[in-house]
């Protein structure tokens, strides 16, 4: 049941700003694109299940609008992917693990690792300028 939802929910297409200003083609193939299954298709094959011509998909990539709602239903595909995993490194955390507490500490960026590096060594400086001048001159 509950992958059921976390299906629905991953394959979900975003509406945002951009994605409401799209072409009816443009939202037949972002809604294509984002099903998880159809990650190993084809060009031409996702051009079929977008119901667009392979002219279209190409023009609709060039399109900023396209771009942006395709990016934005990207990430919103790949937080709700990582979200199980986010929970476990939370449970994790309550229950004590400090390596997971760091993590999410991290991830929200309330804690970030500092080094301190000290490094001592002596360089020989060389001849100066003017030696190497004089040197020049004496050749």
Known sequence: ME???LSKIVCAPVLT???ETLTPAGEALLAVLVEPTCRELTI???CQKAGISRDSYYRLFKDPRFVT???DACKVTAISAAM???QSVAARAIAGDIQAAQTILQMSGLHVPTATVNINQTIDAGPSLRELLDSRQAD
């Open 44 to 46: 031409t094959q996702i």
């Open 84 to 86: 199980p995993t986010m």
């Open 3 to 5: 992958e059921e939802i």
């Open 17 to 19: 700003d951009k994605a």
């Open 69 to 71: 709602a395709y990016l």
